[in-house]
């Protein structure tokens, strides 16, 4: 219980980090929308373990090297920015679904992306966000303590990827239930598209600010 007031402060920043519109949160529903539950939950796992990514170089120092070297993080941010507007030229090329008897877009779509590709398409989404560089870099400087010991901080870590891999996949479900799905019905595909919309921004945000 020594670190439970740390913990607290880090879950807290943790979820208005998470709930805050970003990459992840656009491909999950752009997921959710074009290729249904199963998919989108794949791809929560992958945002997930992408996190485990940025732990793994917080606890070593990297994320500090990174954030410190202006080469280095722009080469990340204009590699982030491609990736993102690669996912929103996919979005954007939405449109009406061939089977009108179909209710959902979910439905008509869900058998297009295999596992493996929804899995790395969450992994990359969030690996080669920068901004998630930054935010781990804070956590790990200014609300960890130094003097935190490494088992405590690994701790803390295992739980900000599992947190994340449930939030995404609770989006997911919501997304997909019957009744929002039936809202969402055979207009989903402009939800796609206001999702490529705001890749791009994204991606113009990472090269431009």
């Known amino acids: ?85 690669y996912l929103a030229i996919g979005a954007l090329r939405s449109g009406p679904a061939k089977n009108p008897v179909t209710s959902t877009v979910a439905q008509v779509n869900a058998d297009k992306m295999s596992d493996k590709k929804a899995l790395w398409t969450g992994f990359l989404t969030n690996g080669l966000n920068p901004k998630a560089t930054l935010f781990f870099l804070s956590l790990f400087t200014a609300i960890i303590d130094a003097s935190t010991p490494f088992g405590v901080k690994l701790g803390y870590g295992l739980y900000l990827a599992v947190a994340t891999g449930l939030w995404f996949c609770f989006l997911s479900y919501l997304l997909s239930t019957s009744k929002v799905a039936q809202l969402l019905g055979q207009k989903g595909y402009w939800l796609d598209r206001i999702m490529g919309v705001l890749l791009l921004g994204l991606a113009a945000k990472l090269v431009w600010v």
């Open 1 to 85: 219980m020594l670190y439970l007031d740390e913990f607290i402060t880090i879950a807290l920043v943790h979820l208005v980090a998470v709930a805050s519109p970003g990459p992840d949160f656009a491909i999950v529903v752009r997921h959710s929308v074009a290729y249904g539950r199963r998919t989108a939950i794949v791809t929560s796992i992958g945002i997930g373990m992408a996190i485990l990514l940025h732990v793994a170089y917080s606890l070593v120092g990297l994320s500090v090297v990174i954030a410190t070297t202006p080469w280095l993080y722009n080469v990340i941010s204009y590699l982030a920015a491609a990736y993102l507007v």
